[in-house]
């Protein structure tokens, strides 16, 4: 591993002041499961490594009508909200997608959206729910929609000197969702499709009123099918909807690689999240 300059700032506007000096050239450091793996493979050689782990105002989550979380949150601790639960499980389902219990310690929200993998766990379920990236850099900050964020394959819209400061989901609309993923072998294996929805009904629980469905590992960066949410607008929430439903979403995703295989993994997974969100609306 190339030589670096490490800070460990224990402030945010001290890291700030850091990253705006490097820039481009340093790289912030959460739990390190991904950073720590691509500079031991050689792949990112950053002049300066900015850990940010003594910055525990960004380890924080803060739920009401709004959920906000901050980026140094273990996904372990998000996975083990009891808020996260019933027709919010999709979050916590999302959070134990990802790898065993050890990376779950370790890895945090921040770190599952910035590294931008198109198989990352966290994004479909917040795409589902509409989630905003608030970000900082010095003298600056603005808020973005998390489909605004993902870019291509580990390519985000974040500027070079520019850190995650909060997650957030505000209003938590009405509704309910589920996050549904293809087992994985083994807990290095990636995810080969993960489904995130969130489904809400007319009054009487029979119609769709709206649906929002997010799919990861199927294109190169985590999206939403367009075309199989506004089929659902108005129909009945039936099997056969969400079937065909599935079936639309399959034809939107545009995998790389095992494309048969992963397009009908998302026929399948999409039919099992959506009776599984309409299961927790009841
Ligand atoms: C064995 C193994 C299994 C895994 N399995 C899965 C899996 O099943 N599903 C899955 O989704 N992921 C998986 N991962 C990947 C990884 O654990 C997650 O992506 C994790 O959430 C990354 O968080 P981190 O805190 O470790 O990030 P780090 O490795 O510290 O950082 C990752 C990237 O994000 C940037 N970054 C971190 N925090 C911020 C911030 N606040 N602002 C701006 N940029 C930031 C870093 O500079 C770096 O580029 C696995 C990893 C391993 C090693």
């Known amino acids: 591993m ?18 705006h000096q490097y820039g481009a050239r340093a790289k912030v450091l959460a739990g390190g499961t991904d950073l720590v793996v691509q500079m031991k493979q050689g792949k990112i050689k950053p002049e300066a490594i900015i850990n940010l782990t003594k910055l525990q105002e960004l380890n ?21 909200n009891p808020f996260f639960s019933g027709r919010l499980a999709l979050i916590s389902e999302a ?27 966290m994004p479909p379920a917040l795409l589902a729910l509409g989630a905003q990236v608030r970000l900082r850099k010095k003298g600056g900050a603005r808020v973005v929609s998390l489909e605004e964020l993902c870019l291509g394959p580990f390519s985000t819209s974040m500027e070079k000197d520019e850190i995650i400061v909060e997650i957030s989901i505000s209003p938590i ?4 969702g589920a996050y549904v993923w293809m087992p994985k072998r083994t807990a290095v294996d990636e995810t080969l499709v993960g489904v995130g929805t969130w489904l809400q009904g007319d009054a009487q629980g029979e119609t769709c009123s709206q649906a929002v469905l997010a799919l990861n590992s199927v294109a190169p960066v985590p999206f939403r099918a367009r075309e199989a949410e506004a089929f659902l607008q108005g ?14 979403a399959a034809e939107e995703a545009s995998p790389r690689s095992r494309a048969d295989y992963r397009k009908t993994l998302v026929s399948v997974l999409m039919e099992e999240a959506l009776e599984r969100a309409l299961r927790r609306a009841q």
């Open 2 to 19: 190339k030589t670096f300059h490490y800070y460990e700032p224990s402030a945010l506007e001290e890291a700030l002041d850091i990253l």
């Open 60 to 80: 924080f989550m803060a739920i009401d009508s709004a959920v906000r979380i901050g980026p140094l949150t273990p996904l372990s601790r998000i996975a083990a």
């Open 95 to 121: 959070a134990l997608a990802v790898g065993d219990v050890q990376i779950r310690n370790s890895a945090t929200l921040g770190g599952n959206i910035a590294n931008a993998s198109p198989s990352a766990d």
């Open 173 to 176: 609309p009405e509704g309910s």
């Open 235 to 248: 129909k009945n929430l039936s099997r056969e909807n969400f079937r065909i439903a599935g079936e639309i």
